[in-house]
């Protein structure tokens, strides 16, 4: 195991932010075939010519005939990093490691998973350990928005019928459902007029944003929604607009979210923020009786989805965790995860933690007993029989 922690050092230390991702990528595809994995059995998507602005490469993906006549699983973990652990230098710290570079995040979230993955394919390959047919899905551009998941094509990844993601802290915990996730922009259009000398024949897109805003905090739509049986959270995160004080404001640009595990909720969340501006514009006018406008759209980011006990990933992952002597725990969690693409290409997947803390701030570290005993994990749930 001592050569899983060098890999893991090994491939923090690469720079790969979200659409950065070709050299970790190609260091990744160099030590697969270095261990024996025919370059036939490894290609790169082409995810990034789909992504909407691009991406230095697309997904690595690897797949293994099986030695056992059994379905096909499929291991993932994404590689792309914050841009806060460019510059990163891993070194050991006790329990932990961590960067030397204090300027820096470690990284931990994703290669801690990435190396697990990648000491999974090595170690079977190097041991010759029998194993159902396997696919190794790297995804690009999880960062910024589940996105080489997202446009990852199912047909590439050879129907799996079990898939496992790693991404997260604890080993033992299984994710096995996630939130969805709309992303809304907002433009109000109002009426531009000098300040000071004639007010009163502006429209104030400010005006209209607070207004709006005010309207969705009173009414138990700003934040953390309970609305009866139904539970959901919004927040407006980004509002651009204004240039000078001498000027009633005439434009404003938003961007706001709104979170549910249910799709139904979710969507009236965002109805009630289109409602809720619309009223705004409406009573906002000036001495002519004139009105501001109102731009609304909003994005699905994500979906959400929440597996059954009884769905054999879950199964299967709960089973190797508990080989592992470990106490298996379920949870069900409030963001997005490449899992929740994975779910609505048809391949519903667990996700499992692989000793990340900190993450995304330059206190970040990887406690690597947590990560050895996902390396363990990862390994039985791609040889042991089910
Ligand atoms: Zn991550």
Redesign the pocket.
């Known amino acids: 195991m001592k050569s899983a922690i060098s890999l893991v050092t090994e491939l923090m230390a690469v720079p790969g932010k979200s659409r950065e991702e070709g050299q970790i990528v190609s260091r990744i595809s160099d030590k697969l075939r270095k261990a024996g994995i025919p370059k036939s059995a490894i290609r790169i998507d082409r995810a990034n010519k789909r992504i909407p602005g691009g991406g230095e490469v697309g997904n690595l993906i690897v797949k293994l005939p099986g030695t056992m006549r059994q379905p096909r699983r499929l291991l993932m973990a994404?590689v792309d990093t914050v841009p806060l652990c460019v510059g990163c230098r891993p070194i050991r710290d006790g329990e932990f490691i961590r960067s030397a570079n204090s300027e820096t995040a470690l990284g931990g979230?994703?290669r801690a998973g990435a190396s697990v993955l990648l000491h999974t394919a090595c170690t079977i390959v190097r041991e010759g350990l029998p194993h159902p047919p396997l696919t190794f899905f790297w995804p690009v551009q999880?960062?910024i928005g589940l996105l080489g998941a997202r446009y990852a094509k199912p047909r590439d990844l050879g129907s799996p019928k079990l898939c496992f993601n790693w991404?997260g802290g604890a080993p033992n915990v299984a994710v096995i459902g996630a939130t969805g996730d709309y992303d809304i922009q907002i433009v109000i259009e109002g009426i531009a007029s000098h300040a000071g000398a004639h007010p009163e024949d502006g429209v104030s897109a400010i005006a209209i944003a607070a207004a709006a805003t005010n309207d969705l905090v009173e009414n138990g739509w700003h934040g953390l929604i309970r609305k009866g049986r139904n539970e959901g959270t919004s927040n407006i995160g980004v509002i651009n607009g204004g240039e000078a004080t001498n000027v009633v404001t005439p434009r404003l640009t938003l961007r706001a979210e709104a979170r549910s595990h249910n799709p139904r909720f979710r969507k009236r969340i965002v109805n009630e923020f289109e409602k809720a501006f619309k009223r705004a514009v409406r009573k906002t006018t000036n001495a002519a009786g004139q009105r501001g406008q109102l731009l609304f759209s909003a994005d699905l980011k994500y979906e959400s989805f929440q597996l059954k006990p009884s769905e054999p990933c879950v199964q299967a992952a709960v089973e190797a965790v508990e080989a592992e002597e470990l106490a298996a725990e379920t949870r069900v969690c409030n963001g997005g995860l490449d899992a929740n693409w994975l779910n609505e290409h048809s391949l519903p997947t667990v996700t499992l933690g692989c000793g990340q803390a900190g993450i995304h701030t330059n206190s970040e570290v990887l406690h690597i007993e947590s990560f050895l005993q996902a390396c363990r994990i990862a390994l039985r749930l791609a040889t042991c029989r089910h």
Do not use: A, T, V
């Open positions: 994404h979230d994703n999880e960062e991404d």
